[in-house]
């Protein structure tokens, strides 16, 4: 064969030398790297001519703030309602800037937003908790690095970063608070959303860096043996009490609208109903003109995983909410180990082969406690005995047969 066409190089295998390996990096740097800011902005005004959704920044609500909470992803909804709470009650200028854009990050534009910033709160999801840094912290502070480079620079010379901001003044460079929360069972509540916010108000902890949804120490346990133990680590690490927050506002329930409800399913990856949150979705949004919206949470030992799907019955934004659910789907009995996001007279649908009477005796005390305080529920479906005679569609129509229940 010919291994070789001095027209048209073709590289074998995946040898690189070290300076071909470093001319492609430059390469890359000033041939693409450079350009992917402005084509991502094209693209962002493109999407949202072609959809409506706009995910450019509104610059006019930031400029306007004093205090900034910066987060991403699923709990930018609830922080945003915390905040209009919040900036009600307090009559500050309070505002949520959502990410949606990290990698590259736009450093030039952050810098502008933050300059004049009395406090800057940086919320975001991190599983390297031992770092310093986050992500999302450790490109903030970096352009504020640069930021004040800029502002070092003598009059009339030319800016290092002239795409960034200039802080030449202390009171352009914000304070920065950090808080760290971890995707597992459970996003921060309003609570916890509420505490981080006020922490950086007038008034507050002034906590520079905290975890969210982490207790270190109980005080009080009706074990003597662990309560012993819970007070030899508060006398050990006395430090312990500055890496969490105290939620002087312990519900925040009147932020949960109730004009949607809410479906929360627990399921195991690999079952045959994994999928049944997207089929339910696309039939109340189909079937009921409902505004739909779906949130997969990953519990920590990734052997079940759980979806919350929030519905309206108008054509209203569906915001994720921490708002108790109305009802809950599980497709084994075991998951059933936990009634208690269940609304008063909520639904459980459990997907079983057993009996009910099976089903409730095998329910641990503190499940039965709950349906019977809030006076809950509980339908079995066995979807094995729907589709025998169609076994081709076994994995859909028993995902039918749940949303069915439903």
């Known amino acids: 064969?010919?291994?070789?066409?001095?027209?048209?190089?073709?590289?074998?295998?995946?040898?690189?030398?070290?300076?071909?390996?470093?001319?492609?990096?430059?390469?890359?740097?000033?041939?693409?790297?450079?350009?992917?800011?402005?084509l991502i902005q094209l693209s962002i005004k493109e999407f949202a001519g072609l959809t409506g959704r706009n995910y450019e920044i509104n610059n006019r609500v930031v400029d306007a703030a004093e205090y900034l909470v910066i987060?991403?992803?699923?709990?930018?909804?609830?922080?945003?309602?915390?905040?209009?709470?919040?900036?009600?009650?307090?009559?500050?200028?309070?505002?949520?800037?959502?990410?949606?854009?990290?990698?590259?990050?736009?450093?030039?534009?952050?810098?502008?937003?933050?300059?004049?910033?009395?406090?800057?709160?940086?919320?975001?999801?991190?599983?390297?908790?031992?770092?310093?840094?986050?992500?999302?912290?450790?490109?903030?502070?970096?352009?504020?690095e640069c930021a004040e480079e800029n502002g070092s620079v003598k009059k009339n010379g030319s800016l290092p970063h002239p795409?960034?901001?200039?802080?030449?003044?202390?009171?352009?460079?914000?304070?920065?608070?950090?808080?760290?929360?971890?995707?597992?069972?459970?996003?921060?509540?309003?609570?916890?959303?509420?505490?981080?916010?006020?922490?950086?108000?007038?008034g507050g902890e002034a906590k520079k860096r905290y975890y969210l949804g982490v207790t270190f120490a109980q005080s009080n346990s009706r074990y003597p043996m662990l309560e012993a133990l819970s007070q030899r680590i508060e006398r050990s690490y006395p430090q312990l009490e500055k890496m969490n927050l105290s939620s002087r506002q312990p519900a925040l329930e009147q932020l949960a609208t109730s004009h949607f409800r809410q479906i929360k399913i627990v399921v195991s990856p690999g079952e045959l109903l994994a999928d049944v949150n997207v089929v339910l979705a696309k039939t109340l949004a189909d079937s009921t003109g409902m505004s739909v919206r779906t949130f997969a949470e990953i519990a920590a030992n990734r052997r079940s995983q759980a979806y919350s799907i929030e519905m309206t019955e108008d054509n209203k934004t569906v915001h994720i909410s921490n708002a108790s659910c109305d009802a809950m789907i599980f497709s084994q009995t075991v998951f059933a180990n936990n009634l208690s996001a269940l609304k008063?007279?909520?639904?459980?649908?459990?997907?079983?082969?057993?009996?009910?009477?099976?089903?409730?005796?095998?329910?641990?005390?503190?499940?039965?406690?709950?349906?019977?305080?809030?006076?809950?529920?509980?339908?079995?479906?066995?979807?094995?005995?729907?589709?025998?005679?169609?076994?081709?569609?076994?994995?859909?129509?028993?995902?039918?047969?749940?949303?069915?229940?439903?």
Request: include cysteine; aromatic fraction near 8%.
């Open 71 to 144: 987060t991403n992803g699923a709990i930018s909804d609830d922080a945003e309602r915390v905040a209009e709470n919040i900036r009600s009650r307090k009559k500050i200028r309070l505002t949520v800037l959502s990410l949606n854009q990290l990698r590259p990050f736009p450093s030039a534009v952050m810098t502008h937003l933050l300059k004049g910033k009395k406090a800057v709160t940086v919320l975001e999801c991190s599983n390297a908790n031992t770092t310093d840094n986050p992500t999302i912290l450790q490109e903030i502070r970096s352009a504020i």
């Open 163 to 202: 795409d960034f901001a200039v802080f030449a003044k202390p009171a352009d460079r914000p304070v920065i608070f950090s808080g760290i929360f971890q995707m597992a069972d459970n996003k921060p509540g309003f609570a916890e959303l509420s505490a981080a916010i006020e922490n950086m108000l007038p």
């Open 1 to 38: 064969p010919k291994w070789l066409d001095f027209d048209r190089p073709l590289g074998l295998v995946d040898f690189n030398a070290g300076e071909l390996h470093y001319r492609a990096a430059i390469a890359q740097q000033a041939f693409f790297e450079s350009h992917l800011p402005n």
């Open 344 to 406: 008063n007279n909520g639904l459980a649908i459990i997907q079983s082969t057993q009996s009910g009477e099976w089903i409730w005796k095998n329910f641990s005390e503190t499940v039965r406690r709950q349906i019977q305080e809030k006076q809950l529920k509980i339908w079995v479906v066995n979807t094995a005995t729907v589709n025998t005679d169609i076994p081709g569609y076994a994995k859909l129509i028993r995902q039918l047969t749940l949303c069915g229940a439903v």
